[in-house]
């Protein structure tokens, strides 16, 4: 996940790529591409990141899938602000996916039968082409560029073209069916800048990210958060400084 955050009055992105057992925060001026090829991660990374459809992420050659909570919230929103209802019946249809997933699982099962996969998909692809049809593209405008489709067609054509990494978790259960965990991760961030309003300087937000991934990689493990920051500083029994120079 990324999200904006100041330093010295200037606005960056603060990015965060995480798992169950660690968490790592980087910062750059950028918030696409040209930030997460400095930060490292994603260029080598072949495992399933799950994100929230910034298109910047597809640039890389690794398996995708994307957070269903915001489509859920876009769901709600397309329900409640245009009054489409196959926008309810997505967000029912997605949660009941849920629902079965993590009913599986609670009985130690590692998949849906065939027949399951095949009915949830069949009904996700009918309602995705109901709001399609509701939402047809808008005629031409004659200007240059392309015409505003909308935001219920957007987000229809996001769920169409990207049906798979929408329904990854249905399929493999070790795909979470959101990227909360990135937001969580971000949430620290934004609690500081809510607190602080900035930081004062980059070797001030250098340092908070190297010691929020340490402190929150700590958590992540079960590890005494106290105990683990007292060891950085002893080594054969002796106090170090291991702050960068």
């Known amino acids: 996940d990324e999200s904006g955050f100041y330093i010295n009055g200037e606005r960056q992105w603060i990015h965060t790529a995480g798992t169950s057992q660690l968490t790592y925060y980087d910062f750059h001026r950028k918030r696409g591409q040209k930030a997460m090829d400095a930060i490292g991660i994603l260029p080598v990374f072949k495992g399933r990141a799950i994100h929230d459809h910034l298109l910047s992420y597809f640039h890389y050659d690794c398996d995708h899938g994307l957070c269903n909570t915001h489509h859920l919230r876009e769901l709600i929103f397309v329900e409640e602000r245009y009054d489409q209802p196959w926008a309810h019946r997505l967000k029912e249809h997605l949660l009941a996916i849920k629902n079965a997933v993590e009913n599986a699982k609670s009985h130690d099962k590692t998949k849906l039968p065939d027949y399951i996969l095949k009915k949830f998909r069949s009904t996700y692809k009918r309602i995705v082409e109901q709001g399609l049809k509701a939402n047809p593209p808008p005629p031409k405008s004659g200007k240059r560029g392309k015409t505003a489709q909308g935001k219920p067609r957007n987000l229809l054509k996001r769920l169409n073209d990207f049906a798979n990494e929408t329904l990854a978790f249905m399929y493999d259960f070790n795909v979470p069916f959101d990227n909360n965990l990135a937001e969580r991760d971000i949430r620290m961030i934004k609690l500081q800048q809510k607190i602080s309003g900035c930081f004062r300087s980059e070797t001030g937000a250098i ?3 190297k010691i929020r991934s340490y402190i929150s ?5 079960g590890k005494n958060v106290l ?3 007292t060891k950085i500083f002893k080594i054969n029994n002796s106090d170090i400084c291991l702050l960068p120079k």
Do not use: G, I, M, W
């Open 207 to 209: 340092n908070f990210c």
């Open 217 to 221: 990689t700590v958590r992540k493990q």
């Open 227 to 229: 105990e683990a920051l």
